[in-house]
């Protein structure tokens, strides 16, 4: 078994930096076809979140130390994307390290993943994913850690039509890899448990842009109007027909918003 880096990364292409988080449960790997599409236009860094892919793991996995093992390790200046999980540091490293973030692009990501009900019917419900399916991916994964990922993968794309071939193709890619730390796993799932970040994205200076997918069953559509609530600045993009991974499933549409998105901001 290959010694994991104590964080792995890797950088191609040429013009503006731009730097992708991946998502939970997931590695670099789930991207690479669509960030060497990107490569065209931009200089593209994927990393592996700790505990994930070729990358070691952390004692700390909240969201200030993990944000800040992210700085360590990338371009001093970029813009940066992040998909579902990797949306959370994304947004934390905008509000702490503004300098150093261009702009920022939540690809299927929330500033805040589970739903928040205390008010039920209340103009101020946040749309997000019950938080019983989060304890429910908890305690499956002590006792069976594949089926538990293929669940998830299985949400991911559901309701798309040629869903059980993404599934085989994600799970591939996951494949290639060893599977993440078990402790890095629950950490992740703790971060998507308690993590708010609204309060962060709606001050925040830096320009954002929100790729959303129509059907996604983990961060509804409604969550891109919410998060616009609360940063009117920021731009928001439902991509018709896509799920949770647009990039995979609608990657010329979603590709063309973000190297807009990345041009007109370089200069930020």
């Known amino acids: 078994m290959r010694k994991r880096d104590l964080?792995?990364?890797?950088?191609?292409?040429?013009?503006?930096?731009?730097?992708?988080?991946?998502?939970?449960?997931?590695?670099?790997?789930?991207?690479?076809d669509f960030a060497e599409t990107l490569a065209a236009k931009v200089r593209v860094t994927l990393v592996d979140l700790p505990g994930h892919g070729?990358?070691?793991?952390?004692?700390?996995?909240?969201?200030?130390?993990?944000?800040?093992?992210?700085?360590?390790?990338?371009p001093e200046r970029a813009h940066w994307l992040g998909w579902s999980l990797g949306a959370l540091p994304v947004l934390h490293i905008a509000d702490q390290y503004p300098t150093r973030a261009k702009s920022i692009i939540v690809v299927a990501g929330s500033a805040r993943f589970v739903a928040d009900s205390k008010n039920r019917g209340a103009e101020n419900d946040w749309p997000g994913v019950d938080p019983a399916l989060l304890a429910e991916f908890a305690s499956a994964l002590e006792e069976d850690y594949e089926g538990t990922i293929r669940h998830f993968l299985g949400l991911q794309i559901f309701?798309?039509?040629?869903?059980?071939?993404?599934?085989?193709?994600?799970?591939?890619?996951?494949?290639?890899?060893?599977?993440?730390?078990?402790?890095?796993l629950h950490s992740g799932l703790n971060l998507l448990r308690?993590?708010?970040?609204?309060?962060?994205?709606?001050?925040?200076?830096?320009?954002?842009?929100?790729?959303?997918?129509?059907r996604d069953r983990l961060v509804p559509k409604s969550a891109g109007a919410s998060m616009q609530a609360l940063n009117p600045r920021?731009?928001?993009?439902?991509?018709?027909?896509a799920?949770?991974?647009?990039?995979l499933t609608h990657p010329a549409e979603t590709a063309?918003?973000?190297?807009?998105?990345?041009?007109?901001?370089d200069g930020c």
């Open 7 to 32: 964080l792995y990364r890797e950088t191609f292409g040429r013009g503006p930096d731009l730097v992708m988080v991946h998502g939970w449960g997931m590695h670099s790997g789930i991207w690479r």
């Open 54 to 74: 070729r990358s070691e793991n952390i004692a700390d996995f909240s969201i200030d130390h993990l944000s800040g093992v992210l700085m360590e390790t990338v």
């Open 234 to 241: 920021s731009e928001l993009h439902v991509i018709d027909g």
């Open 159 to 184: 309701g798309m039509e040629n869903a059980r071939l993404l599934v085989k193709e994600l799970a591939a890619k996951v494949a290639e890899c060893d599977p993440p730390d078990g402790a890095a």
């Open 256 to 265: 063309s918003f973000i190297t807009d998105f990345v041009a007109r901001h």
């Open 243 to 247: 799920a949770h991974l647009p990039f």
């Open 194 to 214: 308690q993590a708010d970040l609204r309060e962060v994205l709606r001050r925040s200076i830096v320009p954002s842009l929100i790729i959303l997918g129509a």
